[in-house]
């Protein structure tokens, strides 16, 4: 295909205030806020601490939804007469503080009620993506019937700190970076036990200290949150018991140990050590139920898939109760679990130990299979896209669990293209837009207590709103971040060189070469012109396009190696990267007659050692846009060798750039304009004899099963009514249209 897509031109209320009244009334938001934040009585703001809130009440003639909005600083998991029923905030930052709405009425009985929640503040050590004011939890009822009920900030709200609980630090070596959550460390003697259940007697806590009113987002505050409604949906938990017992030392345990079937007493002054294999590797917050043990230590060791040199661990030191049930405060990512046991002067028995998986409820509706090899890959990348959708989306889960734009670029619309569900995509794109730090440019991950700048990935950020708005036409979304995109292309126009034009030495660069540094500009420039053209902004539109069409004439002639038919990295024409000249195709910095050769020569090349997910991301775009895209098992084989090495990166959510390959090169499966109101279907199988996939559309599904001998397609094509486009084989064109359609070429 011939470059896609181009010529497509509160009041704030603190301390004394009692009530605010929602600026909008939706589904998410109360009649009017009128709650207050709530913490214990002796909580210091910023340091660790677990915080029980419970109210009891009485519902005797209440019928119908029972609806609640709901934050907390840092974290909240929420119980409703002792069952779980939501966790939470979503991560933002504090002028985008996330609160939940819920429907607790299926928790809900005639008589006596209590509603109870659990907040922690990770206090020093939060994880890297956590920002937090002060301990506090809120619940506002939807309508002043559910508020004079429900709503904290009443004397009937009562605290107690939990003293049980701990951090245990992460060990790591040498320079390595760790972002995620600390470890947990449990005296259980000091746990209230059963303290969400109605029968709990609270009669000695005391009542939850009532601060500040709630302020929303939007309006000026002191240093406390500004509330809004969470943009993305909750979270979805189910049961995921571990697949093996890979090794054992000490004691003899049954399979069926896994299955919470077969108890496992160890005697009393034993060590043990049992090594649990999850199968793959997963994310959630692995429970333990076990009786007995008091003196006993139980630690608890996560290992991922892949060598790592970053040691998590849980400590618990059980208080010899009976079926005592043992949680983790934080996400753990994972592969293997190593449970080393000792026990003192009694026995202890582990009833049962599995892992409570959590991700994003979405709606998987994607298939692929072309052969062996391409579905091994589609479902690691699958896999490891999954394992990151969370409240934000996570690229690395076991070390980091931060946001990153151009790996949430790519996890995103993977996503999207299996659920059809853009959310946390959207989220992502309008988060990166509110990092924007004073001198115009964004943060490479946010939400994230630290300033990460580059001027690379704020050039990403133009590209995955220019993704997104390929998939889904959201105006709204793209006249909001526009300013943000003016933004970032004018600190780089402050930087050029005064001579050539090109990008010149500037903060934030990261020491870029002149070649992907120029590359990342123009794309940016080209894509840029478009959302401005979509954003009825012409003036702008032709001023970036001018802007891109002047420097491409210069990098031409400064950095285009005529012998190699290549852009070297820097006008001394010494190094190559495919990443560069890809980046030399998507914006335009080819003339037309060269872009087979360069493309040609490109794919030729063989991929570099260090070359990332990130770069082959470009070099996948520049085929899908040239049509260009013989060397499918070439540039599929550096990702099965990460598989094979059990490499990190093949973990990391961009791994899922496989699925994104699969379904716009394999199946050949692209949007051809805005919205995805057009579609160009140009399959390119490589050796495989057949291909089925379904991707999601934003109006339905599209669908591609197709034969392939002796140069020849046949088979069936459906794309949701509509929607129009083209099939394109060999040269031939077939026009699409809504529904299914037989395929002979």
């Known amino acids: 295909m011939k470059y896609l897509l181009r010529g497509l031109l509160l009041q704030a209320l603190i301390g004394f205030a009692t009530t605010l009244h929602a600026q909008e009334k939706s589904p998410d938001s109360p009649f009017q806020w009128d709650a207050r934040w709530i913490s214990g009585n002796n909580a ?34 929420l119980y409703v007469n002792g069952r779980f029923a939501g966790m939470g905030p979503a991560r933002s930052d504090a002028a985008n503080w996330y609160y939940e709405t819920i429907d607790i009425s299926p928790y809900l009985k005639y008589g006596v009620n209590v509603i109870a929640a659990e907040v922690i503040n990770f206090g020093p050590c939060k994880p890297r993506g956590q920002f937090t004011n002060s301990t506090g939890l809120v619940i506002q009822g939807h309508t002043p019937r559910e508020a004079a009920i429900i709503n904290t900030g009443s004397a009937s709200w009562k605290v107690m700190e ?10 790591t070596t040498g320079n390595a970076f760790y972002g995620a959550f600390p470890g947990d460390s449990i005296i259980a003697q000091y746990h209230p036990w059963g ?12 009542s939850a200290a009532a601060g500040h009113g709630v302020a929303l987002q939007g309006n000026s505050a002191d240093n406390w949150p500004l509330l809004a409604p969470s943009p993305i949906g909750r979270l979805y938990q189910e049961r995921q018991s571990f697949a093996g017992i890979t090794s054992q030392q000490g004691i003899t345990a049954e399979a069926a140990l896994l299955k919470g079937t077969a108890p496992l007493t160890i005697p009393a002054k034993r060590k043990v050590r049992l090594l649990l294999d999850a199968g ?30 970053t040691v998590i661990q849980d400590v618990i030191h059980p208080d010899g109760g009976a079926r005592r049930k043992f949680i983790s405060s934080g996400y753990r990512s994972f592969r293997y679990v190593q449970l080393d046991i000792e026990t003192g002067k009694s026995p202890v028995t582990l009833h049962d130990y599995y892992n409570v998986y959590t991700q994003y409820l979405l709606n998987d509706k994607s298939t692929f299979t072309a052969g062996a090899a391409a579905d091994s890959l589609w479902a690691a990348g699958k896999r490891a896209a999954l394992t990151g959708a969370q409240d934000n989306l996570y690229n690395d889960p076991f070390n980091e669990q931060l946001q990153y734009i151009q790996d949430a670029r790519i996890q995103g619309l993977a996503i999207s293209f299996f659920s059809g569900d853009d959310q946390l995509l959207r989220n992502a794109l309008v988060q990166t837009d509110q990092s924007r730090i004073p001198e115009g440019l964004v943060r490479s991950r946010y939400p994230s207590d630290d300033r990460l700048v580059s001027v690379t990935d704020a050039l990403v950020w133009i590209g995955a709103i220019h993704d997104y708005l390929c998939y889904k036409a959201d105006k709204e979304l793209t006249k909001q971040c526009f300013p943000g995109v003016r933004s970032i292309l004018d600190w780089v126009d ?4 005064p001579v050539t034009g090109l990008p010149g030495t500037m903060p934030y660069n990261d020491s870029v070469a002149l070649s992907p540094a120029t590359g990342q500009y123009l794309y940016a420039l080209r894509q840029a012109a ?12 032709l001023a970036y396009t001018r802007t891109a069409d002047k420097a491409r004439e210069v990098w031409y002639q400064q950095c285009y190696d005529a012998g190699k038919g290549l852009y070297a990295e820097t006008a001394a024409k010494k190094t190559f990267s495919r990443y560069t000249n890809a980046l030399a195709v998507l914006a335009q910095a080819v003339p037309p007659r060269q872009v087979k050769n360069v493309m040609q020569r490109l794919l030729a090349e063989k991929p570099a050692p260090g070359e990332s997910l990130r770069e082959k991301y470009y070099i996948f775009k520049a085929m899908q846009e040239t049509g260009i895209t013989e060397t499918f098992p070439a540039e599929l084989q550096p990702l099965t060798v990460l598989l094979e090495q059990n490499n990190a990166a093949a973990y990391q959510a961009t791994a899922s750039v496989a699925n994104l390959f699969l379904l716009g090169i394999t199946a050949g499966i692209q949007s051809s304009s805005y919205g995805f109101r057009t579609v160009l279907i140009a399959p390119d199988p490589g050796a495989s004899p057949q291909v089925k996939a379904t991707m999601v559309h934003p109006d339905g599904l599209i669908e591609v099963d197709l034969a392939f001998k002796n140069n020849r397609v046949t088979g069936t094509v459906r794309v949701p009514f509509g929607i129009t486009g083209k099939f394109r084989w060999r040269g031939k064109e077939i026009t699409l249209h809504g529904g299914p359609q037989e395929i002979a070429l």
């Open 44 to 77: 210091t703001p910023a340091a660790y601490g677990v915080y029980l809130f419970r109210k009891q009440f009485q519902l005797l003639n209440y019928s119908g939804p029972f609806i609640i909005h709901l934050s907390a600083d840092n974290r909240y998991r």
């Open 494 to 497: 402050r930087y050029q060189d």
């Open 530 to 541: 478009v959302i401005a053209g979509y954003c009825d902004k012409p003036a702008d539109s």
């Open 195 to 206: 303290w969400e259940q109605p029968a709990y007697n609270d009669s000695d806590w005391e």
């Open 162 to 171: 939990d003293e049980s609980v701990h951090p245990a630090a992460v060990k």
């Open 280 to 309: 793959q590797q997963t994310i959630g917050f692995p429970e333990m139920l076990i009786s007995g043990g008091l003196d006993a230590a139980i630690k608890i060791t996560y290992q991922p898939a892949y060598t790592s040199s």
